[in-house]
Every structure is written in structure tokens, then in C-alpha cells.
């Protein structure tokens, strides 16, 4: 099965008021074929349209050129007025990696796409976000400042305006355009009760990371003369650091300074279960609230629960992605059972290759036990991915435990040392369960099918890595560890492991060898 790729995107328009062009922007998106249009917002004040689709990379990128393309051929910023700052009629088009891609992978698609774009429309491109060239443009509003009448006269004259990809000029009536590779946020914007502009800016100040508050908010204060009142315009661009409500609560302090109010909120876009689940959470204060509560993902998950998973219940994009975190765990030794754990599978897979058919019926019986047994290897070995990033968690709980006083610190030393323990053993059952499962692959690379033998090496070499990997855990933590009589039988076991299991990979390797001549033998 071809991994599926899934790519979001979510262009800004400078058109928020004539319907037909919005439509006809809906109508270019949709046209690409396997793009789905999931959100279209706009409005008149904003004079701007907010469009929410996904589709694999390239089927995304066909359908942001061709809206591109319409926007630049319908929209003309000599004639826009709106109160969000834009600079282009396509003003900026970010690409967000939802499955199986990866922010590199977005990254280029930005650039295919300033490539293209600038070529066919004559735009300049600035890359921003995680596609930026330069630091001072990874934040939009420093690319997007002046605008399209500043920026008209900067750009072909300022070199530090020099676009990334087309013209040195801007485009007369499309203006600029900024694109990029970003991970996911929310657009939320808060409505007050005043028409007192400067009391929007005054909460954007309070809330605007590089105003002094949060870090990862971006804000501004907008006029809204169509509903009589002003905006604070808010980007939560890390929204499982920064919670809407968080930043709903400073503002409605800062404006009741002034004897405003919060009187609405507007989600732009699309919005995670998990920011409303947070919201919900602080103002309910129920005594629990989370995803396996909501009924609705049951019956749409296909009645177990979708959203609560181990390390094991994950996709490897999403196993993959935890352990490319910059963070402690899922770490080494979860990398080390899941490879014991993909080294047993590949065993069980020879032996259960090696059941049907009049040749197999003399092993049979023997090929079911080894698969059995090894599967039970596997089994505990997957356990011990979630194990191994438990452990240390706790290790590092106790670390963090207090020691200002003498029972304090006893108290401390013992959990640390008991935490330590385990720490090492959990490594140490992976090193076992690995070479218990290198023990059926022998069996499995002598007697199973010829056919799979190469899948009998692989094995064996997965298992090695495990147990090697594993190894190496165990040793950190036995430093550690005050118990001297643990400390020296574990760490004999450990060598005598390592010995062992090189000792029988070399002799599976060898029968992998010559069974493998044996295949490639003229019939």
C-alpha cells in the first residue's frame, strides 16, 4: 500500500465582499481532482477570504496556483480597502503537513510553488514561516510591512525588499505574495464592545509574543465599522502551548481597563478537537472531560476509542514523529524494542510462511510452536516500547523531587535508586526477549521456507540492533546504581547476552548465505 500523503492549505485572499469571485475561487480549487475544499471564510470588513483545503502535496499545490492565478486575474489592490493588512491579492499561502509528510516536504512545496506562480503571474514571492530564508522574514507582518502601496515603493529599490523568486518589481494591480511551510495554528479573533480602536491595540499589545506576551501569539487590533465595533485579530501559532482561553482572559482584563467587553469570538478556519476540549475544560470545570467522552468520535472512529493512543496503537508516521521531537522520549530504548519488535515479526512471518503445502508437513507442527513462542516475544517486546519511555519518566520525577531536608533527601535517593532500577531492567527484557526471538529465527532460517529467507537475515539483523541498542541503556542506568550486587550480575548478563547473540547471528547469516546460493541456483 502507497503511503498516503495528506498536505493542508490555507490561502488568504484580498477579497472578502464580491461573492462571485469567491465562488469562482471555490470553483478552481475544487477542480483539481482528489482536493477537498473543507472551509471558506470571508468578510466584508476584512474585505479578505480564508480558504481551508487538503489533497496530497502536488494535487495541493495545482489547486493554490490555479486560485493564484484567478485571484491575480480578478483582484485588484488599486481598488481594496479592508481593515486586515495585505500586501497582495493572493497575500500569503501556507502549507501545513497534516499525514505522512513532513515540514521539509512542505518546505519545498512552497518554493515549487513561489516558482511557478512567479513565473506564470509575474509576482514577486517572499518565503516566510519555516521556509524563510532569512530570520527577518519568518514573521509575516515584517514581510507584509507598508503593505502594497509601501512596499510598491520599496521593492526594486530597497535591496533588503528583494523578493525570493520573481520580479523586482511589484505587480501592479496582484501586489506581492508570501509563502511558506508552517505548522498548525489557530486564527481567533475577539470582538469588543467599544468602537475605540486603540482599546484593540492595547489588548493585542498585552497578548502579542513580541509585545511582551504570549510567545507564541501573534495580534493586532482591527476596526470593524460594518458591526460597530473593534477586533482583536489573534494567531495562535503553538495552540497546544497557548490555549484560546488563555489569551481570551488577558484580553477581557485589559478591556474591562476601559470599560469594554469581549462581546464575540470568530474561529477563522479549522480548529482542533483539542483547543475546544481545552476551552471547555477551564469554563465547565467538569471533574473530567476528554476526547473518550465525546460520543460522536465512537460511532465516526468505528466505536473504539480514536483518540487516545500508546506509542504501539500509532502509525509509524506518528511513532516517527514522536521520536523526532526534541525531547527525551519516546527514545532509545523504545527505538530498540520496536526494532525487536519488527525483528520478531519478520520471524513470525517465515515461520507462518513455512505452515501450508504437502513440503511443510513434516515442520509443521514445530514451525507453529517457534511462531507461537516468537510472537510472544513480540508481544512483550511491544509493550516495552511504551515500558521504556515510562521508566525513564519516573527517573526523572524523582530527580525532580525535593531534598531540602534530611528525610527529603533520603526520602529522594531512594526512589531515584529504585527508579534507576527499573530503568535499567526494562532495557535489559528487551535485550532477553530479542535474543529469545533470534532463538526461533535460527529455526526459521534452517528449516523454513527458502523463499523467505532474506526475511529470516533482516530479522536477525533488527534483533541484533535491538539487543546492541538495548545494551547501551542498560550501562547508562547501572552507572547510576548503588546496589553494587545488581549492578554486577546485570551487567554480566548483559555481556553474556551480546556475546551470545553475536555468536548465533553470525551462524543465522550463515545459513541466510548459503540457502540464499541455494535459491539462486538454476532450477
Do not use: W
Amino acid at each position: 500500500m502507497n503511503l498516503v500523503k495528506v498536505v493542508e492549505c490555507v490561502p488568504n485572499f484580498s477579497e472578502g465582499r464580491d461573492k462571485k469571485i469567491i465562488d469562482a475561487l471555490s470553483e478552481a480549487i475544487t477542480s483539481v481532482e482528489g482536493v477537498r475544499l473543507l472551509d471558506v471564510e470571508f468578510d466584508a470588513d476584512h474585505n479578505r477570504s480564508v480558504f481551508t483545503f487538503i489533497g496530497s502535496p502536488q494535487q495541493v499545490k495545482s489547486a493554490a496556483l490555479k486560485a493564484a492565478e484567478l485571484a491575480v486575474e480578478k483582484i485588484d489592490l488599486t481598488k481594496h480597502k479592508g481593515a486586515h493588512p495585505r500586501m497582495g491579492a493572493v497575500d500569503v499561502v501556507p502549507f501545513i503537513p497534516l499525514h505522512g509528510t513532513t515540514i521539509g516536504e512542505c518546505i519545498e512545496l512552497s518554493k515549487e510553488f513561489a516558482e511557478e506562480f512567479s513565473k506564470k503571474c509575474k509576482v514577486p514571492i517572499f518565503l516566510y514561516a519555516k521556509s524563510a530564508t532569512r530570520r527577518d522574514r519568518v514573521d509575516l507582518p515584517n514581510i507584509r510591512e507598508g503593505e502594497f502601496e509601501g512596499l510598491r515603493e520599496e521593492i526594486g529599490k530597497n535591496p533588503e525588499k528583494d523578493p525570493d523568486y520573481g520580479p523586482t518589481k511589484i505587480h501592479p494591480t496582484a501586489g506581492a505574495t508570501a509563502t511558506g511551510a508552517r505548522n498548525f495554528l489557530i486564527a481567533i479573533n475577539f470582538n469588543l464592545s467599544t468602537t475605540n480602536l486603540e482599546v484593540a491595540k492595547v489588548c493585542a499589545d498585552a497578548v502579542r509574543g513580541t509585545t511582551g506576551g504570549f510567545v507564541n501569539v501573534q495580534g493586532m487590533g482591527l476596526n470593524l465599522p460594518a458591526k460597530n465595533c473593534v477586533q482583536v485579530s489573534v494567531n495562535l501559532t503553538h495552540p497546544k502551548r497557548t490555549k484560546i482561553h488563555q489569551v481570551l482572559e488577558v484580553i477581557r482584563n485589559e478591556a474591562r481597563r476601559f470599560g469594554a467587553t469581549v462581546i464575540e469570538t470568530e474561529i477563522v478556519g479549522m480548529v482542533p478537537l483539542f483547543a475546544l476540549l481545552d476551552a471547555l475544560r477551564y469554563y465547565i470545570q467538569p471533574e473530567k472531560l476528554d476526547e473518550s467522552m465525546i460520543l460522536d468520535l465512537y460511532y465516526l472512529g468505528g466505536g473504539s476509542d480514536p483518540t487516545k493512543k500508546t506509542f504501539t496503537e500509532m502509525s509509524m508516521i506518528e511513532f516517527g514523529n514522536e521520536v523526532r521531537r526534541a525531547r527525551a522520549t519516546p527514545g532509545g530504548g523504545s527505538v530498540a524494542a520496536a526494532l525487536g519488535s519488527f525483528g520478531a515479526g519478520l520471524v513470525c512471518m517465515v515461520t507462518g510462511l513455512s505452515l501450508s503445502g504437502r513440503k511443510f508437513a513434516g515442520i509443521k507442527d514445530e514451525m507453529l510452536e517457534h511462531r507461537h513462542a516468537c510472537d510472544y516475544d513480540r508481544g512483550i517486546l511491544l509493550d516495552l516500547i511504551e515500558k521504556d519511555s515510562k521508566a525513564f519518566d519516573v527517573v526523572m520525577d524523582a530527580l525532580r523531587s525535593p531534598a531540602e531536608t534530611a528525610a527529603e533527601k533520603k526520602k529522594k535517593d531512594a526512589s531515584l535508586e529504585k527508579a534507576t532500577i527499573e530503568a535499567a531492567k526494562v532495557p535489559l527484557t528487551t535485550m532477553q526477549h530479542s535474543y529469545s526471538a533470534m532463538t526461533h529465527a535460527l529455526v526459521a532460517a534452517e528449516k523454513g521456507n527458502i523463499n523467505s529467507i532474506t526475511d529470516a537475515g533482516v530479522a536477525t539483523h533488527a534483533l541484533m540492533a535491538s539487543i546492541e541498542g538495548a545494551a547501551l541503556n542498560v550501562r547508562v542506568n547501572l552507572g547510576n546504581i548503588k546496589d553494587k550486587s545488581f549492578a554486577d550480575k546485570t551487567a554480566k548478563e548483559v555481556e553474556k547476552l551480546l556475546k551470545n547473540a553475536a555468536s548465533l547471528k553470525a551462524s543465522i547469516l550463515e545459513i541466510v548465505d548459503i540457502r540464499m546460493k541455494e535459491l539462486s541456483k538454476p532450477a
